[in-house]
């Protein structure tokens, strides 16, 4: 079974992942970045422009973010470049889940900032909030199409989940089998 481009747009849902809470790196953030969380000052417009960029589409912050019910301004968290937001991550709750598990949710890093590291890292201080607030475990989900974000989630420790889905075991052998091809 040959699976590529956006699956989820040929109806297939979006993969899980899945790791639990107890045992986090420490967020050593590199010289230069530092974590910011939330303010309704600059916040919305800081989301939007990386979340639009990152991904080419439109999502407006009130839509996406607070008109959600997790939504509180902790739970959403910056790295900033000089001053200047260049990647986001939400430590997200949704309903789908059980009890106890938080939702990693809207990574996203600007394209001027890729390569660095900071989506491994804003993603870290996602985890960390979810710890913080008594999650046991993390949960999210993505395309088969976004190999680095699967690199870097598979760094921070989240496995696949095979379950669920009919098409899952496939789908993870052959974007495990593309990473593997460029990492050699």
């Known amino acids: 079974m040959r699976i590529s481009g956006n699956n989820t747009g040929a109806g ?5 992942m899945r790791r639990g809470l107890g045992a986090l790196p420490p967020l050593a953030l590199p010289t230069g970045v530092s974590l910011r969380a939330f303010e309704e000052a600059w916040g919305p417009a800081a989301w939007e422009h990386i979340v639009n960029t990152a991904f080419g589409r ?3 912050f009130g839509e996406k973010m607070r008109a959600e019910p997790a939504f509180r301004p902790e739970r959403i968290l910056f790295l900033e470049q000089e001053g200047s937001p260049a990647a986001v991550a939400a430590a997200w709750q949704r309903e789908k889940w059980p009890p106890g598990t938080g939702y990693l949710h809207y990574v996203a ?6 390569g660095q590291g900071l989506g491994y890292w804003v993603s870290l201080a996602a985890l960390h909030q979810m710890r913080r607030e008594g999650n046991a475990s993390a949960v ?3 395309q088969d199409e976004r190999l680095p974000a699967i690199k870097t989630y598979l760094k921070l ?4 989940d095979l379950a669920g889905h009919e098409s899952y075991e496939a789908r993870w052998a052959e974007i495990l089998a593309r ?3 460029h990492s050699g």
Do not use: W
Request: net charge negative; glycine share 8%; no cysteine.
């Open 12 to 16: 297939l849902p979006s993969l899980v």
């Open 58 to 60: 439109d999502f407006a």
């Open 109 to 114: 890093v600007l394209p001027g900032a890729r």
């Open 140 to 142: 999210l989900e993505t």
């Open 157 to 160: 420790g989240f496995e696949a």
């Open 179 to 181: 990473l593997s091809a």
